[in-house]
């Protein structure tokens, strides 16, 4: 939005040639601003400040909280620098500005955007799994987890249970150890645990739960000291407190 055409049209060129934008309109004046946007709220704005009637302030004072879009403010005067930082501007360019300074807030935004999408999928992926946890215990399959939701740094995805070779502790975190790769989720060992098919996996230390089916053998290591060892050669050590149980759940397992 600027009341400037000259301006919205440098925009417009620089934004052509990129396939992950669609311009959904541009606007001259505050009020048209707000009714483009509360009739199709866009994702990124580009919002001039120092406008007749209507400031760019103004125009997100008129709008709902939970339609203001990212927004990066594009104007000739620099004093309003601080108050655009105060209503979390994206970046505040400063004309006349060249394309490497477009470019860099652009991509900026971009990222900024694709978190924040990512974080209101897990929001609903959560709202989900609560959802169906909720049900009585007689509609589902069964009360422990079969996958878990896994966020990454551009991603949210389901990884099945069975899928896990052996979780290991990292502080307020567990890595979920799947073949080569591992995993980060946000939870505490007790957590995870209580949520897991004790039938499936077993605590064998303080800090580390293993799938049963990996596991190849248990080896006599010194002080009486056990280690569990899997099948792709990983070696787990094995609480004195979990070895009997351990045995008991691999026999039953095997029988």
Known sequence: MDDEPLARRNIRLLLKDDAEIELLGECGSGAEAVSVISRQPPDLLFLDIQ?????????????????????????????????????????????????????????????????????????????????????????????????LMVKSASRVFFLKADEIDWIEAADYYVKLHVGRKSHLLRETMSELEAKLDPEKFLRIHRSSIVNLDRVKEMHLHFNGEYLVILHDGTELKLSRSRREQLQQLLNAGSS
């Open 51 to 147: 406008m007749p009637v209507m400031s760019g302030f103004d125009v997100l004072a008129q709008i709902d909280a939970a339609e203001i879009p990212a927004i990066i403010f594009v104007t000739a005067y620099d004093q309003y620098a601080i108050k655009a930082f105060e209503v979390h501007a994206l970046d505040y360019l400063l004309k006349p500005f060249d394309d490497a300074r477009f470019e860099k807030a652009l991509q900026q935004a971009k990222a900024q955007i694709e978190q924040r999408e990512i974080n209101q999928l897990s929001r609903r992926l959560v709202a989900l799994l609560e959802d169906r946890d909720a049900q009585p215990a007689r509609v589902r399959s069964s009360g422990y987890l079969s996958r």
